[in-house]
């Protein structure tokens, strides 16, 4: 199982830092492109509302085809995808490659989830949700990390054909050295709609998928406009140094375990209250005008990011034993649809209020988030 399982990471690291590649450079591509923040942003929106979209449709598509088979393809025209951005000559063909990104990357995400389940012997099964979850968040710091430093050093293009490069050793480490599926493909109509409306319209479970969404909102908008707010007065960061900021995105490889482990302990409810907390603090230890406090800042609110990140799906599990997969599904959506609105709505407040704006409305919608479940909580608490 070693063998897989560095390959599983080295894997799902790759796919997952292409989702970032653009967000240290963003300053870069301002400028090459002639275009404004909004624009700019857009690669990321772009991108991250395909993924909302597209995500639910893999899951019908892997009851009818082996899961090994559908990440393969679907690696192959990421990686097609990413070597389009390497050599687009304007915006518009790189932020269609974007898009084409979004479209192919839930074809690895969304179905890797259970590949791993029918991979690892169910003793190991842990240990293989425990390597994915790690290689998600070190995924989300190669992406920014190399792509900021490779900009500084070479350039943008440059940048986009080495996680191009990357992504075809994945593809060659996925045919050679992942198994195929353990189970067989059973071929059934799939009807979604009627359990998401109903969960959708089951006030405690929104309560909950509230939370990931704006979490994950506040998380992509500070991030985000932490490299516009760095590349100005006083700090005037280099693409290279501001890539070493999310550095500290590696917390997210030891925070994700642990905020699982007590969860088990103390209640999941509990992990989620501290999670957002802790991103608030961050959030205002950001505002400090010292890049160490900035980086302090950005530590805590991915600290706070993924705490919720981690704890989220099992809370809504034990709601709905019967029925994770659909809530797997909704989780998914609600939780793409907040960093979507995330790279979009905070460009907008940045035009006025510049960084201070973007996280003083950030510690304003996670405040609101957490009431509908406070209510809730403080609800039973008094029928107890």
């Known amino acids: 199982m070693i063998k897989i399982s560095i390959i599983l990471f080295f894997v799902v690291s790759i796919i997952f830092s292409t989702i970032y590649t653009p967000q240290a450079i963003l300053p870069t591509l301002e400028k090459v492109f002639h275009i404004g923040v909004m624009e700019t942003n857009s690669l990321l929106f772009g991108m991250i509302f395909t993924l909302m979209i597209v995500t639910p449709f893999y899951i019908i598509v892997s009851n009818h085809w082996e899961k090994k088979k559908i990440m393969l393809y679907a690696t192959f025209f990421l990686f097609v995808a990413v070597a389009i951005s390497a050599i687009a000559t304007n915006f518009y063909v790189l932020l269609f490659s974007r898009i084409l990104q979004g479209i192919f990357i839930p074809g690895i995400t969304a179905i890797m ?21 790690a290689a998600t968040s070190f995924g989300a710091v190669i992406g920014r990390l190399l792509a900021g430093w490779i900009t500084f050093l070479y350039s943008w293009r440059i940048a986009f054909a080495t996680f191009a490069a990357l992504l075809f050793i994945a593809l060659l480490g996925m045919i050679y050295g992942l198994p195929p599926d353990n189970k067989k493909i059973i071929k059934k109509k799939i009807i979604m709609r009627a359990n998401i409306l109903k969960y959708v319209f089951n006030f405690k479970i929104t309560s909950i998928l509230i939370i990931p969404s704006v979490v994950f909102f506040s998380f992509m908008a500070i991030t985000t406009f932490a490299t516009y707010h760095l590349a100005k007065p006083p700090f005037n960061l280099s693409s290279g140094e501001i890539g070493n900021l999310f550095l500290v995105l ?21 992990v989620l209250f501290f999670g957002i907390s802790i991103l608030i603090i961050g959030i205002l230890f950001s505002l400090i005008p010292s890049y160490i406090f900035v980086v302090i800042g950005v530590g805590l609110v991915t ?29 998914q959506t609600f939780f793409y649809f907040g960093g979507a609105l995330g790279t979009l709505v905070p460009a907008l407040i940045w035009k006025s209020y510049y960084f201070n704006g973007v996280a003083i409305f950030c510690i304003s919608l996670l405040l609101i988030g957490i009431m509908p479940l406070t209510y809730i909580m403080i609800k039973q608490t008094k029928t107890v």
């Open 113 to 133: 989830l259970s590949y791993v389940q029918d991979i690892y012997p169910e003793k190991h099964r842990g240990l293989g949700m425990g390597i994915y979850m």
């Open 250 to 270: 590696l917390i997210g490889v030891l925070v994700s375990p642990i905020a699982g482990k007590y969860s088990d302990k103390i209640g999941r409810v509990k």
């Open 303 to 331: 600290m706070g990011m993924f705490s919720v990140q981690s704890v989220t799906p099992t809370y809504l599990g034990d709601l709905v034993p019967n029925d994770r997969a659909t809530l797997a599904i909704l989780y």
